[in-house]
């Protein structure tokens, strides 16, 4: 039985059983991943992008309840095993949040191949996982530790203006990075913790002028990030950012896919050399590696490394009973 044939209210007649999902949870560098290891839905054995666009299509009802509260949170992000088409990748991953599905997610990615270790279904060494964007190959360092090489990432536009309803003008580039990014570093803000409020409140404003004013990634493609950049005061990192992911909420990570759009700017501006150490430094404090080599066709492969953490190995449970066994929605 899949999620999509649970009853949307329990007033609704109800299914003979609960559904139960086994999945296993970590966080990266303090961000939440959820691994989908058993009980997703089947979709079958084309393309990975062919499978989002039918899991976005058909089992819509199965991401809202696994990352939806009262099971997940505005933060969690979950990715869903799958058999690779590649038969040289270890796993294929569909990755997903509260409010959509992500071509990939760097922190996840991590996730992913740390969980991939606890079941045993991996050792120390290189891998790879076929992503619905493009294969991602990976070094399982150990002790949760893991480098991964991203897909081809570049800049499509430099210094782009948007004005926030207050009046204010902000300046950024326009990045893919595995996402889309505008990557703002004319920004007016201190990243710091204690600002969380402030810092969501105006990364959502340029969210909308970006919407508002028709600035788009490659073909007419939503922005659906925002990252603000700045030097690291501390001296620990080389910068410090703040991401608003898609869904509203902050990653508490320095952001995968946020890191590799950044190193695509300050590659295509000369400021960091191909196979040069870069650290980005998260808004609670965790703190990416990475580093840039060129992809022969005007872009770059960035490499990101971080640890992840198993924080719990858990069934799901959704009985038919439950009015929020899909999740509680807006």
Not at 58 to 85: C, I, N, Q, W, Y
Not at 143 to 165: I, Q
Request: contains cysteine; aromatic residues 6%.
């Amino acid at each position: 039985m899949s999620l999509r044939e649970v009853p949307a209210s329990a007033s609704d007649t109800p299914t003979p059983s609960p559904t139960l999902v086994r999945a296993i949870d970590s966080h990266t560098e303090g961000e939440p991943t959820r691994v989908i290891v058993a009980g997703g839905p089947d979709l079958g054995h084309v393309p990975l992008a062919e499978r989002r666009e039918r899991f976005r299509r058909e089992h819509d009802a199965f991401r809202r309840a696994v990352t939806l509260e009262p099971r997940g949170s505005d933060a969690l992000v979950g990715a869903l095993l799958v058999a690779p088409t590649d038969s040289s990748c270890d796993a294929g991953v569909i990755y997903f949040n509260n409010v959509g599905y992500l071509g990939m997610c760097g922190h996840a990615t991590i996730g992913v191949v740390a969980t991939l270790a606890r079941m045993g279904r991996i050792g120390v060494g290189p891998g790879k996982l076929e992503t619905p964007v493009g294969i991602v190959a990976f070094d399982y360092l150990g002790d949760g530790r893991v480098r991964f090489s991203n897909v081809p990432c570049r800049r499509f536009r430099k210094d782009v203006a948007v004005t926030l309803e207050d009046g204010r003008t902000v300046s950024g580039d326009i990045a893919w990075g595995g996402n889309w990014f505008y990557v703002v570093h004319e920004h007016g803000e201190t990243l710091t913790f204690d600002r969380l409020e402030t810092l969501l409140a105006t990364t959502r404003s340029i969210r909308r002028a970006l919407v508002r004013e028709g600035v788009t990634g490659d073909a007419g493609a939503e922005i659906d990030h925002v990252e603000l950049a700045e030097p690291d005061p501390s001296g620990v990192a080389h910068k410090r950012n703040f991401v608003l992911c898609p869904g509203g909420e902050y990653d508490r990570s320095p952001c995968g896919t946020g890191t590799s759009a950044t190193l695509a700017c300050l590659a295509d501006d000369g400021k960091i050399a191909p196979g040069e150490l870069f650290r980005q430094r998260g808004i609670v404090g965790g703190i990416f590696e990475g580093s840039v080599q060129p992809d022969g066709a005007g872009g770059w492969i960035p490499t990101i490394a971080g640890s992840a953490f198993v924080t719990a190995e858990t069934t799901l449970h959704f009985d038919p009973l439950d009015p929020f066994r899909t999740g509680i929605r807006s």
